[in-house]
């Protein structure tokens, strides 16, 4: 079946500092990725909708210039959590889709900010 | 929002079939039912989808009403690692996944 990799599966960093996780899929093409963030005891929420080649979509109240998303090419997107502070601190999980079919998610990455 | 209604949380025996229930009572002609679970800090891990029809794969069964307001996924044998939270979702094809809190399913020995 897909598989999407997602790197690191954890990081800890400074307030301050930014930090970049990666999303890939492993044996498909996926023209769109997805990225969610869950807070503890909580569902996972949406961010935004990565497209390859175009600007990422962001959900309503998920700052674009905080959280910088790159799909440059059809395997791999790239999130990056710019001046990270501890309320950035989630667990952030990525996702891809082979055209319809269902969506397979990434093991997440658990960032603390410290 | 989510369109869907789940328990919070259920248990079930080891060996024993687990029946998660959910409600979909305002879903339209063309949205499909999708079952995903969410192991302890994993990501979601998709089990099954439908859309009228009942299904059946490797992970579990899906059994969709005639009226397809309600569905129940069926794990037939539970064994300690289907200990989960399990996600109910409606969504037509090329939409976005919503989440809602799915139900916390415990799998006792």
């Known amino acids: 079946g897909a598989v999407v990799s997602q790197h690191p599966s954890w990081v800890i960093c400074k307030s301050g500092t930014s930090v970049k996780i990666e999303c890939r899929s492993l044996?498909?093409?996926?023209?769109?990725m997805f990225w969610y963030r869950q807070f503890p005891k909580q569902s996972l929420m949406l961010m935004a909708t990565?497209?390859?080649?175009?600007?990422?979509?962001?959900e309503q109240g998920v700052e674009k210039d905080k959280f910088l998303i790159n799909h440059a090419s059809l395997t791999l997107s790239t999130l990056t959590v710019t001046s990270a502070h501890p309320e950035d601190s989630s667990f952030y999980i990525c996702s891809a889709r082979q055209q319809n079919s269902p969506l397979h998610f990434g093991n997440g990455t658990r960032l603390t900010v410290t | 929002d989510a369109k869907t209604t789940q328990p919070t949380s259920m248990d079930c025996a080891e060996g024993r079939a687990a029946n998660l229930p959910c409600n979909h009572s305002?879903?339209?002609?063309?949205?499909?039912v999708y079952w995903y679970r969410q192991i302890h800090s994993q990501g979601p891990q998709y089990i099954i989808h439908g859309l009228k029809n009942n299904e059946t794969n490797e992970m579990a069964s899906l059994i969709i009403t005639e009226d397809r307001k309600s569905s129940t996924l069926i794990l037939p044998h539970a064994t300690l690692r289907d200990t989960a939270v399990y996600y109910c979702?409606?969504?037509?094809?090329?939409?976005?996944?919503?989440f809602g809190p799915g139900t916390r399913l415990s799998v006792l020995p």
């Open positions: 990565s497209n390859e080649g175009s600007k990422a979509t962001y």
């Open positions: 044996d498909f093409q996926a023209t769109t």
């Open positions: 979702i409606v969504r037509v094809l090329g939409q976005n996944f919503v």
């Open positions: 305002t879903i339209s002609g063309n949205e499909y």
